[in-house]
């Protein structure tokens, strides 16, 4: 009990910490943190404190992630593993990196304990540091700070269509592909699932896709005619501008998940509608495109990035 009392006292410092209220303008956030949190802190500088995941949101955003088999998942401050091997568990493989050893040697016992350390390594790594580039699902309880400060290299390092969930904490301006919320209603203690004594225990999930890099200036020929796109990209948003001959098209829909694009503009002239679908491969776009219109028929759609 006392434990979770700790663990609830510490998110929510992690959540006061993410709104940016000054920890040490209240005393009574002072003694939290000097007695409770300051403790459980080791030696090494650790950007997040130590706060686990509960195994219901654990579940959520393997689940969100659609996360199993063929997957390599990484998880970016580990603490005692339970992310990586609930992952293993449902058939993926990973690993999880965390500078803090006690939290280490937790997380290899428990994969043992799971029967899963075949699938998982755990690695003492400075998660600003760590290459994460092979992994496919990154996992994340850290804080908005921190996940800000992961960004850029999260969108330059994975692959398109990697997929990344983050516990409580979002990306800013970084809208997520979802959101959802998960009451926390039962706790594990001892291991006997009981009623969570904490009145209001919601947690959210934050999920997005790392987007293929779209923005630029393409182009492609059909049926003759030649087309030029420019891209406006922000992260997944994009706001393309289509023109063929002295047609600017109407772009009526967009989307961009993973490396899968597709785009549906219209000619303002003749009505003729283009449905535009595709695979970003670096610098080509590979795809099909519906022309319809007084005859409805169905071309490849080979676009070139320019500039
Ligand atoms: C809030 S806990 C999350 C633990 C686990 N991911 C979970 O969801 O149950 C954050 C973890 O990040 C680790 N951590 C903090 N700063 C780190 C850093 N720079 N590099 C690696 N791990 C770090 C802490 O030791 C802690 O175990």
Redesign the pocket.
């Known amino acids: 009990m006392e434990n979770l009392i700790l663990q609830s006292l ?1 998110r929510i410092f ?1 959540k006061l910490f993410a709104l940016k209220k000054v920890l040490f303008r209240t005393a009574g956030m002072a003694i939290v943190f000097t007695v409770l949190v300051f403790p459980q ?2 030696a ?10 509960p195994q219901s949101v ?1 579940e959520k955003m393997l689940e969100v992630t659609d996360t199993g088999p063929g997957d390599y998942v990484i ?9 990586v091997i609930s992952a293993a568990q449902r058939g993926a493989y990973g690993h ?5 050893p006690e ?1 280490l040697r937790e997380a290899r016992s428990n994969a043992r304990g799971s029967n899963v350390s075949d699938k998982v390594m755990f690695l003492q ?6 290459d994460f580039s092979r992994a496919n699902v990154i ?4 804080l908005s700070s ?1 996940n800000l400060k992961l960004r850029p290299r999260l969108l330059d390092k994975l692959e398109p269509g990697t997929r990344v969930v983050s ?1 409580d904490f979002d990306m800013g301006e970084w809208t997520p592909d979802k959101h959802l919320q998960v009451d926390n209603a039962n706790i594990s203690l001892g291991g006997w699932q009981i009623d969570n004594p904490i009145a209001e225990d919601t947690h959210d999930i934050y999920y997005w896709i790392i987007p293929a890099k779209v923005g630029g200036q393409w182009e492609w020929e059909t049926n003759g005619k030649n087309f030029t796109m420019t891209v406006e990209q922000k992260f997944q948003e994009i706001y393309p501008q289509i023109s063929t001959g002295n047609a600017t098209l109407n772009v009526k829909k967009t989307l961009l998940k993973g490396e899968r694009i597709s785009i549906t503009a219209a000619n303002p002239f003749n009505g003729n509608e283009y449905v535009y679908n595709g695979r970003v491969e670096g610098s080509r776009i590979m795809g099909t495109v519906q022309i319809r219109g007084d005859n409805n028929t169905i071309e490849t759609w080979t676009a070139k990035l320019m500039k």
């Open positions: 510490n992690m802190i080791n090494q500088d650790l950007d997040v404190p130590y706060v686990s995941t654990v998880d970016l401050g580990c603490g005692d593993g339970r992310i999880g990196v965390d500078l803090d939290r790594e400075d998660l600003f540091k760590t996992t994340m309880y850290l921190v516990h």
